[in-house]
């Protein structure tokens, strides 16, 4: 899995956003997919998560924002590396559910993946 070093604050904040979105899809969080969350950030090194948290959910308060900053982020870099979060987070329990791929599959329609 890839490490978010190169990612600046604002890429971290809509990757956190993401993890959120996703963990959130099906609208339970089970034991084992916080255990899941934070493997994952101890994996990628992402130590200020929680901080990150915070700044997205002050500053994109809903679905058509998400999908609109998710515009803002150019760097095909950095949406190789949401995606690879994302994707890793839709396998943790095996087969994704239809949220968790619409999450994965529009930012994937946005940034032109397909």
């Known amino acids: 899995m890839e490490r978010i070093s190169k990612l600046n604050h604002e890429e971290r904040v809509f990757l956190a956003g993401c993890i959120r979105a996703v963990i959130m899809a099906n609208g339970l969080i089970e034991k084992e997919e916080v255990d899941?969350?934070?493997k994952i950030l101890n994996k990628l090194k992402f130590t200020d998560y929680e901080?990150?948290?915070v700044d997205f959910e002050e500053n994109i308060p809903d679905r058509d924002t998400f999908y609109e900053h998710a515009k803002k982020i150019t760097s095909r870099n950095?949406?190789?590396v949401i995606l690879s979060v994302i994707?890793?987070?839709t396998l943790q329990e095996g087969v994704p559910d239809e949220?968790?791929?619409n999450i994965f599959q529009e930012l994937n329609k946005i940034?032109?993946?397909d």
């Open 111 to 113: 940034w032109q993946k």
């Open 87 to 89: 994707y890793e987070l």
């Open 99 to 101: 949220e968790e791929e």
């Open 51 to 53: 901080k990150c948290l």
């Open 78 to 80: 950095t949406q190789d």
């Open 36 to 38: 899941d969350i934070d």
